[in-house]
């Protein structure tokens, strides 16, 4: 009998012991699988250079033009994020000297669940201030308003006059929207249309990302 009791004992400790093993390596493993997830997760805080190539202009007057972008996102999940501060520069390729756009905005930004390894796509939209520097092709003049004159023969008694080669500035709204393809954590591609509410110049670009 005491035999018995001793083996029986003896089978209960080895199983408590087995278990003990099994539950530490499950942990172990556990552990380990939250610690690679943990490595796998995606950065909050994204800085993005953008290479724009396309054309600019209005319907009747456009050319080829390129431009460069740089935005800081931060991303609230992996779906949504916001661009919390973005700068552009845009010109056109034949004469990058007689037109200059720079743009400041923010703005928003979707994404797609993963559907090919890293490959997701992207959409967003961004508003905010434009200012332009245009060279004036020819002599310009802008008639306006001085208080306690008259307006007589339907012109404004003073004017100022803009001559050839003197640039001339714009400022106003701007608006962008875009979407692609992340074709990696690191690259992007895509396509990207903006607009300002002063020159009235549209951009239609290609838009390669590279994101950090």
């Known amino acids: 009998m005491k035999k018995l009791l001793l083996m029986v004992a003896a089978g209960f400790f080895a199983m408590t012991s ?6 530490s390596t499950s942990r172990n493993i556990t552990h380990t699988t939250y610690e690679i997830e943990d490595e796998d997760q995606e950065k909050k805080n994204i800085l993005g250079i953008d290479l724009n190539v396309g054309k600019m202009g209005s319907e009747k007057n456009s050319a080829g033009a390129f431009g460069l972008g740089l935005y800081f996102e931060h991303r609230y999940s992996k ?74 023969s339907g012109h404004w008694n003073h004017y100022t006059t803009v001559e050839e080669g003197d ?9 962008e929207f875009g979407f692609g393809l992340h074709l990696t954590k690191r690259l992007s591609a895509g396509y990207a249309f903006d607009w300002d509410s002063k020159s009235k110049n549209k951009g239609h670009y290609f838009r390669f990302g590279l994101m950090f």
């Not at 720079?102 to 905010?128: C, D, E, I, L, S």
């Not at 640039?167 to 608006?175: L, Q, R």
Request: include cysteine.
């Open 18 to 23: 087995n278990a003990q093993i099994v539950s």
């Open 79 to 152: 779906y949504f994020a916001w661009d919390f501060l973005s700068v552009g520069w845009d010109a056109p390729f034949d004469s990058p000297s007689n037109f200059d756009r720079v743009t400041v905005k923010t703005g928003v930004r979707a994404f797609t669940p993963k559907f090919f390894k890293n490959m997701r796509g992207y959409a967003n939209f961004a508003f905010g201030y434009a200012a332009c520097m245009m060279k004036v092709p020819e002599i310009v003049q802008h008639s306006y308003y001085v208080p306690g004159t008259r307006y007589t």
């Open 167 to 175: 640039f001339e500035a714009y400022h106003g709204a701007a608006i």
